[in-house]
T-cell receptor, first 114, second 115 residues
């Protein structure tokens, strides 16, 4: 069965600083990988995804993520965070028929300090 | 982009009553929708996969008689929490799989509080 680990429960960074959120996955085949962001009391918004091809993927809001098969990782990065980036971030792996079922990590809560 | 709506956004009900939550894909047709449950400060747990025109597939441990799912059209899936109890209070989120991109798009969620 597939699994996702987000080792950092809570991260605090200063506005304007760079950000990296870690994600490790376990899946027997080539995974579909996703990063979603959730603001308090809201649903999830897709930031970016990796299916195949270029291992560095660009997403919305200036985020990017790099798929590293050798490390089973899909870390999310942003060169300069904004106060509006404060939210909960979830990494997910798609598996099953048509890669439909998503398994989520436990999430990383990002706090931005001025 | 792909938009998914949920209704209601918030509902409070008495113990023993049933509550229906709607999930709609607004600008695409979704043969497959998903229902998740999220406890405070926790991740999303998949409850069931809803397939248009067929029975839903429930995850292990989810009571199918308690959480009734109907996917009557390509843009609508409903989750009915039957005989709700306080322990059913939670944040319920649906998603719809956009077939052209093989990506799930999520609704804004429904906060259910059972008194």
């Amino acid at each position: 069965a597939q699994s996702v680990t987000q080792p950092d429960i809570h991260i605090t960074v200063s506005e304007g600083a760079s950000l990296e959120l870690r994600c490790n996955y376990s899946y027997g085949a080539t995974p579909y990988l996703f990063w979603y962001v959730q603001s308090p009391g809201q649903g999830l918004q897709l930031l970016l995804k990796y299916f195949s091809g270029d291992t560095l993927v660009q997403g919305i809001k200036g985020f990017e993520a790099e798929f590293k098969r050798s490390q089973s990782s899909f870390n999310l990065r942003k060169p300069s965070v904004h106060w509006s980036d404060a939210a909960e971030y979830f990494c997910a792996v798609g598996a099953g028929f048509g890669n439909e079922k998503l398994t989520f990590g436990t999430g990383t809560r990002l706090t931005i300090i001025p | 982009g792909a938009v998914v709506s949920q209704h209601p956004s918030r509902v409070i009900c008495k113990s023993g009553t049933s509550v229906k939550i709607e999930c709609r894909s607004l600008d695409f047709q979704a043969t497959t929708m998903f229902w998740y449950r999220q406890f405070p400060k926790q991740s999303l747990m998949l409850m069931a996969t809803s397939n248009e025109g067929s029975k839903a597939t429930y995850e292990q441990g989810v009571e199918k008689d308690k959480f009734l799912i109907n996917h009557a059209s390509l843009t609508l899936s409903t989750l009915t929490v039957t005989s709700a109890h306080p322990e059913d209070s939670s944040f319920y989120i649906c998603s719809a799989r956009e077939p052209n991109t093989d990506t799930q798009y999520f609704g804004p969620g429904t906060r259910l509080t059972v008194l």
